[in-house]
């Protein structure tokens, strides 16, 4: 592992895609792909990546979703199943696009969402395993509660100016076509558990125990509802990102699983 990170630009479907590759440069390797959540991009991972590629020996991809970092503007407003199209039509063709034969998923938020869409729905085989951080897999009170209290913060705050760091000329788009959808009527309706009968490979499922942003029927949801082998973790006292407030529980347990898998 030699620490090198590159950031650079993939061509999916006429789009432009900010992509980071970190880590060792294997060709033969299996990839760790990192789908952030619904205000992220690459530099909001703040190095989780980095650390995960250096504790498990494997090369990593960290990309930014159309309308987030430094990819192309999206249009908006998204659509509801929006995930659905992302996990099924979107990252198939980000991975031919980045040369990737084996892929272990790493999903936050809506990332881990659509990781699930796409490990259940495309069955994609060189997706070898799963790792969701606080995914959703159906709306909850909590987090359309959570998610007012982030469109009230938007316009009252600071909080549009320090996403702008992130996201530049995108920050709009960024915002509003995640807020906007997850507080739309026919969002409340949104469901993902028919794609986890589909998901026959290992999958890790993570959570903080304060997550502001969805209970444990999430996890617990995922946990039953997969075909594959499965480890249900709950970070004590972590919120909607465990992997920012208590990153060294939150690695512990990506490098346990990845290290019992056979890639």
């Known amino acids: 592992m030699d620490g090198h990170e590159t950031t650079q630009f993939l061509d ?5 895609l900010e992509v980071q590759w970190v880590g060792r440069t294997d060709a033969d390797a299996p ?20 650390k995960v590629a250096d504790r498990t020996g494997l090369p990593a991809l960290v990309f930014s979703r159309r309308g987030y970092g430094r990819s192309d503007p999206c249009d908006l407003p998204r659509p509801v199943d929006f ?16 040369g990737i034969g084996r892929a272990v998923l790493v999903g ?27 995914a959703h897999v ?11 209290a982030a469109r009230e913060a938007y316009a ?4 549009r100016a320090r996403l702008a760091r992130y996201h530049g000329d995108n920050v709009d788009c960024a915002f509003r076509g995640w807020n906007d959808v997850w507080l739309h009527p026919d969002f409340w309706h949104w ?22 942003y969805g209970t444990e029927r999430q996890v617990d949801t995922i946990v039953h509802g997969v075909a594959g082998p499965v480890v249900k973790c709950m970070v004590a006292g972590a919120g909607h990102s465990p992997h920012l407030v208590k990153p060294d529980a939150t690695l512990d347990a990506i490098a346990r699983f990845v290290a019992e898998l056979k890639l």
């Open 138 to 148: 159906f709306n909850e009170e909590v987090c359309v509660a959570s998610i007012r």
């Open 83 to 98: 995930m659905h199209h992302e996990g099924l039509h979107v990252m198939p063709r980000l991975l031919d696009a980045a």
């Open 12 to 16: 999916v479907d006429g789009t432009r």
């Open 156 to 159: 009252t705050t600071d909080l």
């Open 191 to 212: 469901n993902l558990e028919e794609f986890l009968p589909g998901i026959t490979v290992p999958a890790l499922v993570i959570q903080g125990s304060a997550d502001e």
């Open 31 to 50: 990839v760790l792909v990192f789908l952030h959540e619904g205000l992220g991009c690459v530099e909001m991972w703040k190095g989780f990546p980095a």
């Open 108 to 134: 936050h938020s809506d990332g881990g969402s659509i990781a699930l869409v796409h490990a259940g729905g495309a069955r994609d085989p060189r997706v070898r395993a799963v790792v969701t951080i606080a």
